[in-house]
């Protein structure tokens, strides 16, 4: 190790000292939850600052296993972005319920922490460490309302699939190593590339390849991996609901990324088959379950599914030879982070009184009651939808355009991608439906989030305005993606 | 550069739309007026640009191009040829009719209202000008979001059914119709050496589909996903199942806009783009798609009859005249496509005009069955002659707008298929009889116990809604009496098409 590898790592090692300076604050000065708050935000503000610092620049530290390029400053900001997002509409959540602060802020940095680690992993070794950093404090986090049984039961089945999908991927990776040798990802790029040129892959790599991807499609919960999505959703805090669904997702999508493009790259043809059947029953299954849903919040949980479903179908036109599947990844995780946020966090300040439930009748009359948050619900689900000009809206169009540009079996993806965004609208729209055109049931206040909370709502809506208006940030997306060549 | 007229008159709406947010709610009047004004401003600039657009030449005029996504060759690019400066100022007509007319009805969440038609303008007008493949589909769906409000917020008792049918009818087909799209654009891409410059430029994709470059296949599968989207919209037989209940629980103003111009989106997308990007599938289809339009004209007149709501039997005889404007224009013949779509302005006028006066007797007794209707004639003399009038235009009277369209149609297509024409014009028959049925049951004969016991209630129509009802009579008079006014606009159009359609004929 030397002090250049520690400037390449510079916002993994700041996020880190971020979460200790927290913990530190609460023991300093307890029950000042302005402090905690503070020391949160602004260093998430300085480890974003390091990051952008960064940007542009390319480098690898400790022996190529962690390396330092457009794909790691993407993925880096989103994954900033996400932790502060969960903070500004976690406290107003967290507070009228007595759970503490400084944990609940130092553990989602933490997660955090170990998704960036993950951005920027090079090595199979390193990139499993990363990926427990991030998981971990996610089990914790699910189990947050600790005397709520339902967030228990949650916690308990994210915590038991999680580590028995973990420890699939683990017996992935081991075959992997053992057949190239090596654990390094360019290392075994190359191994693979004479593997693949010299025709059929040997039964203990298909082994190997079989156990990562239900490994991965396990920590992305894309079907038949997903049984322990809607419950950890459903049962978590909501603010918290709102990070599970987006910050582990992009960061699953990370791994696919950096093991599935990067490492296992020269096999693609051999895991595209696969892709395509996950992406397929991922959506499919996602939205019809979703449809049946009275509850808004395990609604966005199948929900967040069916878009898992869509960003593999980027994942799927990339293995059939269009590199822009990859930029429509990386988009999609975007946009897809910020509209599905938003959408959590109104279900968040509607539940802030603790008491109020996340059915669909709570939803009821709210366009009313609650203009401007009706208004940015709305926004959100017609975002969720694919209505342009939202950022969602071209979300699948990159992803769409991506896979008939490769033809074959996946214009048929494309095709059944689109059928189920038509079905999608159903359950959105019938949330507008109840925020619009029914009374309310009983009478609710107006919930009136708290100044942090209407800030997050803010720039979720104005993200998913902009990336809509001006989808620019798909530019930085192609730049990202260009690490893999092309 | 010269005046930017097209984006001014998409975008005055949506300055319209600025306006209104700050104005409070509680000042429903003022909030009424400044729609009602920013409408108007749209369909004065609609009028300058009427007179502006130069008639002789084809090709499009005025036209705007801005990049805008320059890594896919995606433009802002706005133009008008004859057709889309017809379909523009009918848009801007209808609307600023329509906002007046939803003056005294809608009473409840004035701004919420106001606003969604105003974006709903934005993306109708957006429709008929946009240029550019991917333009014209983010219109397209802009148009849906405020209408899905319209229906469900300030529609009947059974709106919520109606809207999410709507919507989900709608989407599914343009949900489709974007695969198609970008399966086109990269058509093109492939066939330019990779390069994205031009892949949604209407004028280079004709071009290119022109020169038969669109493979076969490729157009029968983009041409059946266009015209999913466009026959849902227009909507053909068997796609129609929306319409009946839309229109009957939407409000008045809902209703209007709906039949006068959603309908005609779908007509002017098969027009725009199904036919002329892809002619070897339009050939394919075309006597599918003709049997089809004639099956939607004899069923919608049939159901006509039988129906019991006054909504609803207007609802059925659009699925019917909007039968006539698909058959004129997949018989490919210059004066059945003009027929076409003099057919879709009259029906925008015609049909626009009889949800209107049926809303007026809505507002008046709350009901619309026409078994309690009767001697209207006596209480409502003025709005009976009225609806007389719009009746004997729909039913195609000689003289007025209706007759010209249909006629056209009918000498267009016995050229091609004397049966399909002949069938045809039994329809007129039919016409007559549920319209004039329909009349008779409600304006004469004494006046029913039901509307005797309304008593007072029973006004006359007012100067307000004889505004609302007179730009559409006078327009329907001079169009039936002079159908070159239009028909001069649309030669170049018409042949254009041909051209574009006329590929795969040759060869």
């Known amino acids: 190790m030397s002090w250049s590898d520690l400037g390449t790592i510079a916002p993994v090692v700041a996020s880190v000292l971020v979460a200790a300076a927290i913990l530190i604050v609460d023991l300093a000065l307890p029950n000042r939850r302005q402090a905690i708050i503070a020391t949160a935000l602004g260093g998430l503000g300085i480890v974003a600052v390091v990051i952008l610092l960064q940007a542009g620049h390319t480098g690898s530290a400790f022996g190529g296993a962690y390396s330092l390029d457009n794909l790691t400053v993407f993925l880096d900001m989103i994954f900033v972005a996400i932790a502060a997002l969960t903070i500004l509409f976690g406290v107003d959540y967290i507070e009228p319920r007595g759970l503490p602060i400084a944990e609940f802020a130092a553990i989602l940095v933490f997660a955090v922490t170990g998704a960036m680690l993950i951005a920027g992993s090079t090595d199979l070794v390193l990139l499993f460490v990363a990926l427990e950093l991030m998981v971990l404090p996610g089990y914790v986090l699910a189990g947050f309302a600790r005397r709520d049984p339902y967030s228990t039961e949650g916690a308990i089945k994210y915590f038991l699939l999680g580590s028995f999908s973990s420890a699939i991927l683990l017996f992935g990776l081991a075959y992997v190593w053992g057949i190239t040798g090596t654990t390094r990802v360019d290392g075994v790029t190359a191994a693979l590339a004479k593997v693949a040129a010299g025709g059929s892959i040997q039964p203990g790599l298909a082994m190997g390849l079989a156990f990562m991807s239900a490994g991965v499609a396990f920590k992305m919960a894309a079907v038949p991996f997903h049984y322990w999505t809607p419950d950890a959703y459903q049962g978590s805090p909501t603010p918290i609901t709102a990070y599970l669904s987006v910050g582990p997702k992009v960061g699953a999508f990370a791994i696919a990324l950096r093991l599935f493009v990067g490492a296992l790259g020269p096999l693609r043809a051999d895991w595209l088959p696969v892709v395509i059947v996950l992406a397929a029953l991922t959506m499919t299954l996602g939205n019809l379950v979703a449809i049946s849903q009275d509850n808004v919040k395990r609604m966005l949980a199948y929900s967040s599914i069916a878009h898992t479903g869509y960003i593999l179908v980027g994942l799927a036109a990339y293995a059939g030879g269009q590199h822009s599947g990859l930029s429509a990844i990386l988009f999609y995780g975007a946009a897809y982070t910020f509209m599905n946020m938003g959408a959590f966090a109104v279900v968040a300040a509607l539940q802030r009184r603790p008491g109020v439930s996340s059915q669909i009748a709570t939803f009821a009359g709210l366009g009313r009651r609650d203009p401007w948050l009706g208004a940015l619900m709305a926004v959100f689900l017609l975002s969720l939808t694919g209505i342009p000009p939202l950022a969602g809206f071209w979300a699948k169009a990159y992803v769409i355009l991506a896979a008939v540009q490769a033809g074959g079996w996946l214009t048929a993806l494309a095709v059944l991608a689109m059928v189920n965004a038509a079905a999608a609208a159903f359950y959105y729209l019938r949330v507008v439906v109840y925020m619009y055109m029914r009374e309310p049931a009983d009478e609710l206040r107006p919930s009136s989030p708290g100044l942090l909370f209407r800030v997050g709502l803010g720039v979720t809506c104005v993200l998913t305005l902009v990336f809509g208006l001006f989808p620019a940030i798909a530019a930085a997306a192609t730049n990202a993606a260009g690490v893999f060549g092309g | ?507």
């Open chain 2, 1 to 507: 550069m010269t005046l930017p007229i097209l984006s001014l008159i998409t975008f005055t709406p949506l300055v319209g739309v600025l306006a209104l947010t700050v104005i409070p709610s509680r000042h429903e009047e003022i909030v009424r007026r400044t729609a009602l004004g920013f409408a108007l401003v749209a369909w004065g600039l609609s009028l300058l640009l009427l007179v502006a657009f130069a008639f002789g030449p084809g090709g499009f005029q005025f036209n705007e191009t801005v990049d805008w996504i320059p890594a896919f060759g995606i433009q802002y690019k706005l133009g008008v040829d004859g057709l889309s400066v017809l379909m523009v100022v009918l848009t801007t007509t209808l609307t600023w009719i329509s906002i007046l007319a939803s003056f005294g009805p809608i009473k409840e969440r004035v701004k919420g209202y106001m606003i969604s038609f105003l974006v709903l303008e934005v993306g109708m007008i957006g429709v008929f000008i946009a240029l550019d493949f991917f333009l014209f589909y983010i219109f397209w769906e802009i148009v849906l979001v405020p209408m899905y409000l319209i229906i469900g917020i300030w529609g009947g008792s059974n709106r919520i059914y109606a809207t999410m049918k709507f919507v989900l009818y709608t989407l599914v087909g343009s949900l489709l119709m974007l695969v198609a799209i970008l399966a086109t654009a990269f058509a093109f891409q492939a066939g330019h050496g990779g390069s994205w410059a031009g892949a949604f430029d209407y004028g280079q994709l004709q071009a290119w589909a022109a020169g038969g470059h669109f493979a076969n296949d490729l157009q029968i599968l983009a041409f059946l996903a266009l015209f999913l989207a466009f026959a849902i919209k227009v909507p053909m037989f068997p796609f129609h199942t929306w319409l009946p209940d839309a229109h009957t629980e939407a409000p008045t103003a809902g209703s209007v806009i709906l039949a006068g111009v959603l309908l005609k989106l779908g007509a002017y997308g098969l027009i725009r783009f199904a036919v002329p990007l892809y002619p070897f599938a339009a050939h394919t289809f075309a006597w599918p798609i003709i049997v089809l339009s004639v099956v939607a004209i004899v069923y919608g007149a049939i159901v006509s009859i039988v129906q019991p709501d006054l909504k609803r039997l207007v609802a059925y005889s659009s699925v019917s005249h909007m039968g006539f404007v698909t058959l004129g224009i997949f018989v490919f013949s210059a004066t059945a496509l003009q027929g076409a779509v003099l057919q879709m302005i009259n029906h925008g006028l015609i049909t626009g005009g009889l949800f209107l006066l049926v809303g007026m007797v809505y507002e008046r007794t709350h009901d619309r069955t026409i078994a309690k209707m009767g001697g209207l004639a006596a209480a409502m003399p003025i709005w009976s002659t009225v609806f007389g009038f719009f009746i004997l235009a729909s039913a195609g009277l000689p003289g007025l707008s209706g007759f010209v369209g249909e006629f056209l149609i009918f000498v267009g297509s016995f050229g091609v298929a004397p049966v399909i024409a002949l069938a045809s014009i039994v329809v007129m028959v039919l016409a007559a009889t549920y319209l004039l049925w329909m009349f008779q049951r409600v304006a004469f004969g004494a006046l029913s116990d039901f509307l005797r016991g309304l008593g007072g209630h029973l006004t006359d129509i007012s100067g307000t809604e004889l505004v609302t009802l007179a730009p559409l009579a006078i327009g329907i008079v001079v169009l039936g009496l002079f159908p070159s006014l239009v028909l001069d606009l649309l030669r170049g159009p018409a042949q254009s098409f041909l051209a574009a359609a006329g590929v795969a004929v040759g060869g």
